[in-house]
């Protein structure tokens, strides 16, 4: 089997996927983002505009099932601007849903999932379909919600071949995602992405997590208030001092309305790309921002 990219409008070459966002979301709802929604359609085609005007051709939005994610303006986008995109199914942390809705959805989950990336998102145009599962871990554990949407995530990635990629809370928890999903549940490192792992700066973990063959994906400089810029070139650098350049992906994850122009998705590539090419040579942000994603979001796509 050909391993390939699906996006919105189909599923593409991991050749031709081009410059990535790795981690962004151009629709997000939740309540605990009171008033910071990102659900203007023409706000999302500008964000990608400039994006694609900088350089950028594709962007995988993390945005699960059941938190606004524009499922059906998500193909016209992608055409509009040209930028590919990613979708995702899955589910975030309890605390971003209705209680009695989360309680509907727990039975069928693993086909939900499946179906979502098989036949369609729920609420989009048929053939709309996903491209990754995303999932959330909690603050330094994993507790009974967690643990349940990841037994159908990896079941979903074991019918299907995609990708799963984790929030990790304020970075905590990774070991015992990857010890959940690769240990007990059996799937493969290099199919998970975990994501905000610099907003924890332990050089000593990343290591670690690295050596177990996933993605790391270093996101959020739209995330002010959590501060990771600073470390960010020292975790590179040491993270591809010990040979996982490889593995590294970069990401905005915008979360809120507030924060989409500033900086936003083109912060990666008129600001952090350049100093990258500076400090490590022009061939790193090639590697962190084209060849990583089309291997990390690729996958050899099965039939359930």
């Not at 350089?55 to 055409?79: D, E, K, N």
């Not at 905590?172 to 959940?180: E, S």
Request: net charge negative; aromatic share 4%; charged share 15%.
């Amino acid at each position: 089997m050909t391993a390939t990219v699906r996006t919105v409008l189909g599923d593409l070459d991991p050749a031709e996927l081009g410059v990535c966002d790795s981690h962004d979301h151009l629709f997000l709802r939740s309540p605990r983002l009171p008033g910071e929604e990102l659900d203007d359609q023409g706000a999302a085609a500008e964000v990608l505009r400039a994006f694609a005007a900088a350089g950028g051709r594709a962007l995988v939005q993390w945005t699960p099932h059941g938190m606004g994610r524009g499922g059906a303006a998500l193909a016209g986008l992608s055409r509009g601007a040209g930028v590919h995109l990613v979708a995702a199914t899955g589910l975030h942390q309890a605390v971003h849903y209705d209680p009695d809705g989360l309680a509907d959805l727990y039975d069928g989950l693993a086909g939900l999932f499946t179906a979502e990336l098989t036949t369609g998102l729920r609420g989009a145009p048929a053939g709309t379909r996903a491209g990754l599962i995303k999932v959330a871990g909690d603050y330094h554990g994993l507790g009974e919600h967690t643990r349940r949407v990841m037994a159908a995530a990896a079941e979903a990635h074991h019918a299907t071949g995609a990708p799963i990629a984790v929030h990790h809370e304020l970075g905590t928890a990774a070991p015992d995602v990857l010890d959940l999903l690769c240990g007990r549940y059996g799937v493969p490192p290099r199919r998970i992405v975990l994501g905000h792992l610099n907003r924890l700066p332990d050089l000593r973990l990343h290591r670690h997590l690295a050596a177990s063959g996933a993605y790391l994906a270093l996101d959020g400089p739209s995330r002010a208030h959590h501060a990771t810029d600073h470390h960010l070139f020292d975790t590179i650098a040491a993270l591809a001092e010990a040979g996982h350049a490889a593995q590294l992906l970069l990401g905005g994850d915008t979360t809120t309305r507030g924060a989409r122009h500033s900086p936003g998705p083109t912060h990666l590539l008129t600001a952090l790309a350049p100093r990258l090419a500076r400090e490590f040579g022009p061939a790193l942000p090639h590697q962190l921002l084209t060849a990583n994603p089309a291997r990390a979001f690729a996958a050899e796509w099965a039939a359930p």
